[in-house]
């Protein structure tokens, strides 16, 4: 590595000395700004970093500021490390790259350390191991793949149970593409120093070529995979690169684009139209970072081609306005600071959505928190001659900053560690669950204990499903090739298949212990939000296509049973119903010999159930909804009865409300995982209860 960045040192220097400067127009450089400060870029990042502070606070859709940033990052980095080249100025990467981040991350670090305090005063505890595993992902610029990972909606309206980190992820992306782009200008330089030999081909045209490549394979690449998988293009490194190789190429053409005063007039105010149009004119949150995304950036791009115009009629006037480059020059901070603010306070004040007011206070006290960030933490260690002097100096910067939030994140991170196996080593006996409700134990108190499951092992109560199917199960259809199976026994002495959502899902955590302790083959074909039935107008395409496909293996398999979710409950009212086409949907199945078992939905909420308990407590009147605002007064599984031959009704409802009320904890268990989920802990405490039901409904033995 030390004799590639030698090499490298020793071309850059050999370009230098060969490679003529362009002229650059004489511009009045305000007090304290370097001669090369150009201030309508300045009021350009103000006016992306407002685009994206006003969206995210009262329209929640994208606005195409961020893409803004990208391409200004990249257009400043190359034209820094071009300017060095072309002074003879050897570049050492190492360097580079410490100084960089001694820039970038004591801002950061003291807003992360100002989430975790936010986080730990006003978000419940079972977002806290979330928001922890961010605050590692933040600070190692890997938030985005995270994000991705977890396929975030970023576009959600309802902000106030988001992370109080997602916007991290741009700022990963950039980190990433920092460490990546001083390498492309290595590269460069050695196959120019390999070119020249041969050819008279420059640097600058070496370099344009290595961006063009970046951009076209970025671009293809972005567009193909936001058509495809958009949630997770969003958050990808690789659909974003061709924005800054945009940004990169702007600013190696610029010096020789000399559009006339008119032109530059012309160019700078349609790019300013365009860029603030953009979110606004189209519906783009669910189409970036594709080749929509030309909108913004190629309008950002005419701006910083308009540059100075020499006219009073040109739009650098307006980008040059001191306040507006005040603000570009806390635009980081106040890009760091403002959805925080917004996450937390809107969860601090139970409100979904801000109003004007609200807003404003949200905007201004980020404005605030930002000025203070910049002038008291990024400028002094900006400014700090010490660690300028030697690099291990600005390593030892860089590694306090990293220390100084990876020390309270994983202190926290080993409290809940402990908090959490403390809950799961009590005794059984201590945390009953739905076994508190059977008529046996009707009236007993239940021992005072710690509620489980632990507020940090939330994340993990999905129900378990061992893996992929295998063998003969695996589906032939593309759609079905989510395909789920428990582990095969030895001996199959009878096969389920499970279809249908997540509210199917969560029951094989009674479901698959039993068939694996009974010798049954258990295959799930499950869809998020997607209900088994005939097709229905009342679903999208989307699950119309995966319930006619599942139907479809169904009748392939010929399975002993199908096992299904037969009501659909409702946040409002009416607060339960029959499935849309339900009967119809299963009554092949059944004229073909197999049993199916319908169990009753449980109920939906509007509020997250655990994070009530968290903020007031498992008593409290908003945790334990009425069971007529829950389930319908006469089950829609009655109206099914004998509709349909060999088809076994299930009311597990009795071990899920109770007394009137449906609450969220029974017998020191939380019921529910969210605002409508049942926890993998509570259904495994429903197992011998289910098993009866399940046996006694069907006659199995």
């Avoid at 994208?62 to 003879?88: P, Q, Y």
């Amino acid at each position: 590595m030390e004799a590639l960045v030698a090499r490298c040192e020793r071309s850059f220097v050999s370009i230098a000395r060969t490679t003529p400067a362009p002229g650059r127009a004489n511009e009045a450089t305000p007090k304290g700004r370097k001669a090369t400060f150009r201030p309508e870029v300045q009021g350009l990042r103000a006016l992306a970093v407002l685009m994206v502070v006003t969206y995210h606070v009262w329209l929640g859709r994208v606005s195409g500021g961020v893409d803004i940033f990208l391409l200004i990052s990249a257009f400043l980095l190359t034209l820094s490390f071009v300017r060095k080249v072309e002074a003879g100025k050897p570049l050492n990467l190492i360097r580079h790259w410490l100084h960089l981040f001694k820039r970038l991350l004591p801002a950061a670090v003291v807003v992360l350390l100002g989430i975790l305090a936010g986080t730990w005063l006003i978000l419940p505890q079972s977002r806290w191991p979330g928001v922890l595993d961010q605050a590692w992902a933040s600070l190692l610029y890997r938030q985005n793949w995270l994000l991705a990972d977890t396929a975030v909606d970023y576009y959600a309206q309802d902000h106030s149970g988001a992370s109080p980190l997602q916007h991290f992820w741009s700022l990963s992306i950039q980190g990433q593409v920092f460490i990546l782009w001083p390498l492309v200008f290595a590269g460069s330089a050695l196959v120019w120093r390999w070119l020249r030999r041969r050819t008279n081909a420059s640097y600058r045209l070496v370099l344009v070529a290595a961006f063009s490549a970046i951009f076209l394979a970025s671009l293809a690449y972005s567009v193909e995979q936001t058509a495809t998988n958009q949630a997770y293009a969003y958050f990808d490194t690789r659909t974003r690169l061709w924005e800054f190789a945009l940004g990169s190429l702007l600013a190696l053409v610029l010096p020789y684009a000399k559009p006339g005063k008119a032109l530059r007039v012309v160019l700078g105010w349609t790019g300013l139209a365009a860029m603030v149009s953009c979110g606004l004119v189209l519906t783009v949150d669910r189409s970036f970072p594709g080749f929509i995304a030309l909108w913004p950036t190629l309008a950002a791009a005419a701006i910083i081609v308009a540059g100075q115009s020499g006219s009073r009629f040109g739009v650098d006037r307006l980008l040059s306005w001191k306040p507006l480059v005040a603000l570009g020059d806390n635009s980081y901070a106040l890009y760091l600071w403002h959805w925080p603010v917004l996450v937390l306070a809107l969860a601090a004040t139970g409100i979904e959505k801000p109003g004007l007011g609200q807003g404003l206070a949200v905007v201004a006290a980020s404005i605030v928190l930002a000025v203070l960030t910049t002038r008291f933490v990024e400028k002094p260690l900006r400014e700090w001659h010490w660690p300028q002097k030697r690099s291990w100096r600005t390593a030892v910067v860089v590694a306090a900053c990293c220390g100084m939030l990876a020390g309270p994140v994983a202190v926290w991170q080993t409290t809940l560690t402990a908090e959490e196996a403390a809950a799961a080593a009590q005794p059984r006996e201590l945390t009953p669950g739905a076994a508190s409700l059977a008529p046996e134990n009707a009236g007993k108190p239940t021992p005072e204990a710690r509620i489980i499951p632990a507020p940090a092992a939330m994340k993990d109560e999905w129900a378990d499903i061992d893996g992929l199917c295998t063998d003969a199960n695996v589906p032939s259809d593309p759609l079905l090739s989510g395909c789920l199976q428990n582990t095969k026994p030895e001996t199959v002495t009878k096969k389920i298949v499970v279809l249908g959502d997540s509210h199917a899902q969560q029951y094989m955590a009674a479901l698959g212990p039993i068939a694996k302790e009974r010798g049954w083959e258990v295959v799930t074909l499950l869809k998020g939000n997607c209900r088994f039935g005939a097709e229905s107008p009342e679903r999208d395409e989307e699950c119309n296509a995966f319930n006619r496909a599942s139907a479809a293996y169904v009748m392939e398999h010929r399975p002993d049973a199908v096992f299904t979710v037969a009501s659909l409950t409702h946040a409002e009212a009416p607060f339960e119903t029959e499935v849309p086409g339900y009967l119809d949907g299963i009554r092949p199945f059944t004229q073909a010999g197999m049993d199916v078992v319908g169990v009753r939905d449980n109920p939906r909420f509007h509020i997250n159930m655990p994070e009530c308990v968290q903020k007031h407590g498992p008593d409290a009147p908003d945790c334990n909804a009425p069971l007529n605002e829950s389930l319908a007064e006469s089950s829609p599984l009655d109206r099914y009865r004998g509709q349909v031959d060999g088809l076994h009704l299930m009311d597990l409802s009795d071990f899920i409300c109770a007394g009137g009320t449906c609450p969220a904890v029974v017998g020191n268990v939380y019921v529910y995982k969210d605002d409508n989920h049942l926890t993998k802990t509570y259904v495994q405490s429903m197992i011998p209860m289910f098993e009866e039901r399940l046996l006694a409904a069907t006659g199995w033995t």
